[in-house]
T-cell receptor
Framework: KAGVTQTPRYLIKTRGQQVTLSCSPISGHRSVSWYQQTPGQGLQFLFEYFSETQRNKGNFPGRFSGRQFSNSRSEMNVSTLELGDSALYLC??????????????FGPGTRLTVL | DAKTTQPTSMDCAEGRAANLPCNHSTISGNEYVYWYRQIHSQGPQYIIHGLKNNETNEMASLIITEDRKSSTLILPHATLRDTAVYYCIVRGENNAGNMLTFGGGTRLMVKP
C-alpha cells in the first residue's frame, strides 16, 4: 500500500506570492492533517480535514487555508507569503478507528523557502 | 491534551537499550500516551501507544508508571538508524479531533 505522498517536495517562492501544496493520503484514509515545522517553533498543527470538512484548526492566521476533495486528497494554500513561512509542511493521514489507537501516517513533507 | 516533559537530548551506545523518559503529570484518566519519532529530513513515524498497561511491539516497549504520571520508551537494542528525535505525546481518545501536540522531543544519538 502506498504511503502518504506530498507534492512538490521542494519549493522556492518570494515574499507576497501564494503557494499551494498537495497531499494524497493512504488509500482508504479519510482524515488528513497538516503541520508546519520550523527550527524555532517545532511541529505545529495547522488544520485537519475529514470528509471534505475542516474539523480542527490550529493557531495560524487566515493566510493559511486548506481544502479536501471527495477522493480525500487535500491541498493547503498560503497567501501573501512571509519570510517566516519558510518551513517543512507535513501532511498526515489516518484511518479513524474507535478504541484509542490513533496512528497517523506522515508524508515526507514539502520544504518551502520564502525569499 | 496534557503537557509532556522530555530531556532535550540523550546518547546511547549501539546495541544497548535506549530508555527515553517522559513526564506527563497532568494526564487525565482517558488520555493515551503516544510515541513518535522523526528521523532527519523525514516525517514523524508512529512507534507505540498505551493507556495504563505496558505495551510492546516490534519496534519498542512502553512502560507506564502505575500513577500514569510518567512513562519510558525502551528501544531494546539501539542501532545507528534509531538516531532521531523522539516525541512523547498525550492525547485523549477523541475521534472528532486529530491534533497532535508535539513538544520539543528528545534527540537520541546512537553512537558506535
Amino acid at each position: 500500500k502506498a504511503g502518504v505522498t506530498q507534492t512538490p517536495r521542494y519549493l522556492i517562492k518570494t515574499r507576497g506570492q501564494q503557494v499551494t501544496l498537495s497531499c494524497s493520503p493512504i488509500s482508504g484514509h479519510r482524515s488528513v492533517s497538516w503541520y508546519q515545522q520550523t527550527p524555532g517553533q517545532g511541529l505545529q498543527f495547522l488544520f485537519e480535514y475529514f470528509s471534505e470538512t475542516q474539523r480542527n484548526k490550529g493557531n495560524f492566521p487566515g493566510r493559511f487555508s486548506g481544502r479536501q476533495f471527495s477522493n480525500s486528497r487535500s491541498e493547503m494554500n498560503v497567501s501573501t507569503l512571509e519570510l517566516g513561512d519558510s518551513a517543512l509542511y507535513l501532511c498526515a493521514s489516518r484511518l479513524l478507528v474507535a478504541g484509542g489507537k490513533d496512528e497517523q501516517f506522515f508524508g515526507p513533507g514539502t520544504r518551502l523557502t520564502v525569499l | 491534551d496534557a503537557k509532556t516533559t522530555q530531556p532535550t537530548s540523550m546518547d546511547c551506545a549501539e546495541g544497548r537499550a535506549a530508555n527515553l523518559p517522559c513526564n506527563h503529570s497532568t494526564i487525565s484518566g482517558n488520555e493515551y500516551v503516544y510515541w513518535y519519532r522523526q528521523i532527519h529530513s523525514q516525517g514523524p513515524q508512529y512507534i507505540i501507544h498505551g493507556l495504563k498497561n505496558n505495551e510492546t511491539n516490534e519496534m519498542a516497549s512502553l512502560i507506564i508508571t502505575e500513577d500514569r504520571k510518567s512513562s519510558t520508551l525502551i528501544l531494546p537494542h539501539a542501532t545507528l538508524r534509531d538516531t532521531a528525535v523522539y516525541y512523547c505525546i498525550v492525547r485523549g481518545e477523541n475521534n472528532a479531533g486529530n491534533m497532535l501536540t508535539f513538544g520539543g522531543g528528545t534527540r537520541l544519538m546512537v553512537k558506535p
